[in-house]
């Protein structure tokens, strides 16, 4: 499996942005879909994942009620809808997909691929 995310960019406090991972390859294999991010200096967190299966989402308490998680399976795709951000939000955006579903969601241990990650910089 394949994930290539994209749509960071540059945005002001209190705006929005939207990130896409493509997922090629195996994707129904993937029955969970994640986000994390990463800030400089600081360890990869958890931000949101989406069950395939279920269809429950996770969200990390940082952004809860301001992202929104979701997937279209016909496209092998996983979106992050970030709303009203904050410039604690800036960091690198990684997609990634949990092959088993098994394991806590909010886990980076329990994610078997991962992209390239995306930019996400929200300015004061």
């Known amino acids: 499996v394949q994930l290539q995310a994209s749509g960071g960019g540059l945005v002001q406090a209190g705006g929005s942005l939207r990130l896409s991972c493509a997922a090629s390859?195996?994707?129904?294999?993937?029955?969970?879909m994640g986000w994390f991010r990463q800030a400089p200096g600081k360890e990869r967190e958890f931000v949101a994942a989406?069950?395939?299966?279920?269809?429950?989402?996770y969200y990390g308490d940082s952004v809860k009620g301001r992202f929104t998680i979701s997937r279209d399976n016909a496209k092998n795709a996983v979106y992050l809808q970030m709303n009203s951000l904050k410039p604690e939000d800036t960091g690198v955006y990684y997609c990634?997909?949990?092959?088993?579903?098994?394991?806590?969601?909010?886990?980076?241990?329990?994610?078997?691929?991962w992209g390239q990650g995306t930019q996400v910089t929200v300015s004061s």
């Open positions: 989406l069950s395939r299966n279920s269809g429950a989402t």
């Open positions: 390859g195996s994707t129904l294999s993937t029955p969970v």
């Open positions: 990634a997909a949990d092959r088993t579903g098994y394991g806590s969601p909010i886990y980076r241990i329990n994610y078997n691929y």
